[in-house]
């Protein structure tokens, strides 16, 4: 398999790997809860810090399935197809928890 057949397997896995190392990277290093929600008012967010690293790392994580998913697709479609349902649902479920603790303060 050559480098361009890898690609164009893997384009869109890598552009969203890509992009959600930027944006999770940056979360975590600026430290800028902005960066996730414009409307919320920092001064709602219980431990901002805190709740940016976490945030910061669901998103890594969701690039990271990405990669994954795409490495599988070269096996199986299917299975790479249910893994990244499943690490979407998971990511929805991460944020939720993280909501809930650092802006809703349950």
């Known amino acids: 398999m050559t480098f ?3 690609i164009n397997q893997m384009g869109i896995e890598l552009l969203l790997f890509a992009a959600c190392m930027f944006f ?6 600026t430290r800028d809860v902005q960066i996730l929600n414009k409307k919320e008012d920092p ?4 431990h901002p810090r805190e709740y940016a690293l976490y945030a910061g790392l669901v998103i890594i994580f969701l690039g ?7 490495i599988i697709s ?4 299917r299975i ?3 893994f990244i ?3 979407v649902v998971a990511m929805g479920i991460m944020w939720k ?3 809930e603790k650092f802006v809703l303060g349950k």
Request: positive net charge.
């Open 4 to 6: 361009q057949e890898i």
């Open 24 to 29: 999770g990277i940056r979360l975590i290093i």
């Open 43 to 46: 001064a709602n967010i219980k």
């Open 64 to 70: 990271v399935s990405a990669i994954i998913m795409g």
């Open 74 to 77: 070269f096996f199986n479609p």
């Open 80 to 82: 790479a197809l249910a």
């Open 85 to 87: 349902v499943i690490a």
């Open 97 to 99: 928890f993280i909501y």
